[in-house]
């Protein structure tokens, strides 16, 4: 089984902006469906962005449409989450997380985090009024 790493979270103030990396190694499958998905204390995980590898489909919840951007680069093996006009509710861990495509369509994974087979350790993003 594959590992995902994250790095790039940090303390920021509103408005601001970060950049999260996640790279996948050790995968078989081509095909895939990465997301990012964040969990603050106390709070349900939330799905914030979604991409189908493949067919670089995007997703994303509507708390964070037009302000953050999910892509890769060119070899596939690096996701990214670009995140401007942050809000302090957008404090949260924040984790990349993965499935192979012939499991679920990729759309799907923004609301079941449960279709997630692999995960990162996870990076903090917090975000001061």
């Known amino acids: 089984q594959g590992q995902l790493v994250e790095s790039g979270g940090g303390s920021v103030k509103a408005g601001g902006s970060l950049t999260l990396s996640c790279v996948r190694s050790?995968?078989?499958?081509?095909?895939?469906?990465v997301s990012w998905i964040r969990q603050s204390p106390g709070q349900e995980r939330e799905g914030v962005a979604m991409l189908s590898v493949a067919g670089r489909d995007t997703f994303y919840g509507n708390s964070v449409k037009g302000r953050f951007t999910i892509s890769q680069d060119d070899s596939g093996n690096v996701v990214y989450l670009q995140m401007t006009s942050l809000k302090p509710e957008d404090t949260a861990m924040y984790y990349c997380a993965t499935y192979p495509l012939w499991k679920y369509p990729c759309r799907e994974g923004l609301a079941n985090p449960g279709h997630f087979d692999v995960w990162g350790q996870g990076t903090q993003v917090t975000v001061s009024p």
């Open positions: 050790g995968f078989t499958y081509k095909s895939w469906c």
